[in-house]
């Protein structure tokens, strides 16, 4: 009897992990960013007849990112957008330059970007691993310090595809640096917060 | 479609929302000006450096070493360097960042022009063999100073090394002791990044130097394209000990066109990039220092025209603070908010500079305002002017006319190093004899008397390397400088170079004070940078002086509605000449 027990207790334990959410990590080199190592360069969304940066919405979003830093304010959350790619880019850029509100409420059938974004910030903001499971998305970075007296913005655009119904939670988290660091408030103001997203049906939605 | 609409009203938006770059009227002011000759200024015949942990790339198509990958066409230095050797692997140590500072120098391109495009950059990376020691950067620098047979007339240092145990920030670290010895033996100026962040990786050291010029970052007021503002990136945590302050100047450092390895355009951030256009600026003034003494120009011929400390002094005189004082089309606030009337080193003679901003904001145009005069020794001076000079006693500079409204008045001198080896020459491993800055520094004050005799204002500091007056006599009357030994270093015998501004004359409708009324203050007016913004009394003072102190016959003024067409076609014809 007592053996019966534990056989069907880890029988229901055994099941029960079976059901955990399956982590996967988004490899880095899927990723579109600037000035992330290991990633895809955002610039290369567009191609251009000349060299300059500056008129492309990449550029855009390097510029309305260092400006928001002078303004000594702290970002505000992830975000996600429609799209991936290219189309991602723009949507990202309504956001950023043009002030559009991000959205909260996502259709489940529309491919969908999350927006990973820092100020001017005291070291490189470097993305160290994405991972995904059903209904959370942790973004891990390492914040690199400068040796030269530049300050650096960054973006990345991570596709995830179409996204079930339900809550999603994006977490951001800085992993320890390598070199000590000292100043984590700045880190704070600089690089978005975690956020949370809600994943709809169309008909649900209207 | 729709994408594509998208992509048009973004793309739209982000163009119209970038203006110019840190180089022209709004930034340092540097496009436009000209040799005695007409010629105009680029930098060329100088040479200058830049030294930091990797290089900059030469592209194969220059006789350089790196590909198109790792280097950009249009930013070639003259040559790059890994420690004291001459660059010669692919992309070796090769990275953006010193791509981008020596682009604010020297980039040739038209969309991120440099200060000096035509000045010969030599770029040392010291980052050989993983040495990042203050030993290693000195004995790069040194290197990097006795290229051109040693006549390197200014070198960048965008870096900042972290303390060794031990070490203050008082000049004693092994970097800064370099660098005051460097300045001095072989005559070079050396300009460095301020301290913008928090973190392990940047340190203060050399910020605390004497002898260079240290340069905090301004940022573009987006809506009119000038760079004013103080940036709030700067960070004053680590300044230097005691009374003196780190930073000397402030120039662009936020939205800085600059160009990319690979040749591409884009903006960017740093006090990184700040510093670079004091360095350009610096080979601006040398080619016109160059050009002058070797046509043997009267109050040329002694050359110190191309003196380190005549480069700071006229630069750190004539920079701007307030608006419509000598050439300034900008009045610069520290991040208390403080005008410089209203800050310490106004008030205070032992503070001879704001903490925040220096002595204001870099402005080539007016800096050569302030050097084409020439070198006038002690006795009867004019309104505007320099000297090189010595002490003994007192020394005075009596104006030669009635002055009023504010009057600049800047004293720079060097802190002595001395090495231990014997011979002078710095080589790996070697240091400095300890002395106390008293011995070092010589403390120089600087007067500024009345008629009767009486000090109107005063820049007493006891342990700085610069003594600046900035202050508004008021009405009309007559004015002396003096400049005094007060002990230390040297004493009597002291070099000094001292540059001057009492001239408060205006012409009206000469907005951008250039001596002259023609376009280019109409496009001031346009921006609301004229004394009364926008207002039609300005444009009518303009209209009415339109023509005065131009060259060529005027026929009649053009009106502002064709006068927009007329300035974009000229600017686009001064574009094409300056290349």
Redesign the interface.
Known sequence: MVVRFFALLAFVLCSSTGHAEEVVEIPLSEIWALNMPGTKDA?RLEPRQD???????T??I??EL??R??D?AKAGPCFLVIGEG??AL?NA??VI??GALPAKVLPTDKKLSLVFYSY?A??YVHLQSVKRSKSKLTVSYEV??????????HFALISLGKIPAGQVTIETKEVPPK?????HA?TDRVVCDSCTFVIQHEGARQ | MR?GL??LF??A???S??ADSGVGPDGINATGLMLPNSTILTGATISIGQV??SRPGKPTTNGGPDDSMNSATTVVPNQVYMGTSVAIINGFLVSN?PE?VASVMISTNT?AIGVAPDAQLNAGGYGVGGDLSQNQIATTMNYIATRNGGDIAAINF???IALDGGEGLDGTSHLSQFVDWSAAQHDVLYVF??????????GPVPTDNFNGITVARS?KI?SSGSFV?V???NVYDDDADGDRVSIDLLAPG??V?VV?L????????????A?PHVVGAAALLQQYAKFQIDNSAERWATGNARRHEVMKAIMLNSADKLFNVHGSQRQILNLNGQLWNQTLAHSSPDIPLDLHFGAGHLNVGSALNNFEPGEYDAGIVPLIGWDYGSTGGSVDYTFNAPTSGWIAITLTWDRVVALTDPSNIYNYGDDFIPNSIENQLTNLNLYLFDNDDNIIASSTAEADSVEHIFFDVGDGGDYKIRVTSAGGGSGDGQDYALAWWADESFTTGDFDFDGDVDGKDFLVWQRGNSPNPFSSGDLSDWQGNYGFGSLGAVTAVPEPSSLVLALVLGLGVSALRKR
């Open positions: 610039y060299q300059d940066l500056r008129k492309t919405v550029g855009g390097n510029r260092i400006l830093t002078g000594q290219k189309e723009l850029a309504k330059v043009e001017s005291p070291g690199v310090t400068h040796r030269t007296l530049e300050a650096t913005v070199k000590s660091y000292t100043n700045l | 994408l998208t992509l973004i793309f938006t982000i163009v929302s970038y930091e942990l960042h981008l969309n965008s870096e900042g990044a301020g301290r913008e962040s928090d973190s392990v990786g940047d940022a987006v503002n940036d709030s990136g936020v939205l066109d990319n690979g040749g591409a355009v884009s903006e960017e951030v740093g006090t990184s990039l510093a």
